[in-house]
């Protein structure tokens, strides 16, 4: 049972360019979410969708861009990327009733911009 | 605006030695407190859900409890692989989706 799987584990990028954080989840779930953690922080809502073709902005959405055509993909884009994009980057999900079905998260994604 | 607060920062514990975590939260209306452990490099890997005041969850050695106010993670006899950060986290019954307040951790680190 693989959960949420993301890709890529590490990634280094030059100021301005652009990539996609991709997160799959095998478990069926309708809510998906993106997350950053920077030190000594707590994590950050970026995006989250409600079901595919769902999306809508978390706390922190600026500089970042989301779909969801499948169940299974939530795919993060950076378009233009800056330094204060360097975060390690969590995608989670849940199933879609009940209080006490918990969020399941990846391994995350660590990312630097230099 | 939510709030969640955990301390201290960072606790270090001999092998066996007992103690406690502590969350306090500010919601309008509490909807689920959830405590996850992370361990370096992976990402949070849950451990329970609590509701309501007065409510408790235990888990080999690890026992939350809730209060209108705050929540704490009981470690007793605490071994080196429990050494983690355990992270907080609120859903306030204004938040919609399902979203969570996060607080910034608590690292333990338990010395053999």
């Known amino acids: 049972n693989a959960g949420v799987t993301q890709t890529p584990k590490f990634r280094i990028l030059k100021i301005g360019q652009s990539m996609t954080l991709q997160c799959t989840q095998d478990m069926n779930h309708n809510y998906m979410y993106w997350y950053r953690q920077d030190p000594g922080m707590g994590l950050k809502l970026i995006y989250y969708s409600v079901g595919a073709g769902i999306t809508d902005k978390g706390e922190v959405p600026n500089g970042y861009n989301v779909s969801r055509s499948t169940t299974e993909d939530f795919p993060l884009r950076l378009e233009l990327a800056a330094p204060s994009q360097t975060s390690v980057y969590f995608c989670?999900?849940?199933?879609?009733?009940?209080?006490?079905?918990?969020?399941?998260f990846g391994d995350g994604t660590r990312l630097s911009i230099l | 605006e939510d709030q969640v607060t955990q301390s201290p920062e960072a606790l270090r514990l001999q092998e066996g030695e007992s103690s406690s975590l502590n969350c306090s939260y500010t919601v309008s209306g509490l909807r689920g407190l959830f405590w996850y452990r992370q361990d370096p490099g992976k990402g949070p890997e849950f451990l329970f859900t609590l509701y309501s005041a007065g409510e408790e969850k235990e888990k080999e050695r690890l026992k939350a409890t809730l209060t209108k106010k705050e929540s704490f993670l009981h470690i007793t006899a605490p071994k080196p692989e429990d050494s983690a950060t355990y992270l907080c986290a609120v859903r306030d019954s204004g938040a919609g989706s399902y979203q969570l307040t996060f607080g910034k951790g608590t690292k333990l680190s338990v010395i053999p």
């Open positions: 989670a999900s849940r199933t879609g009733t009940g209080d006490n079905q918990p969020q399941h």
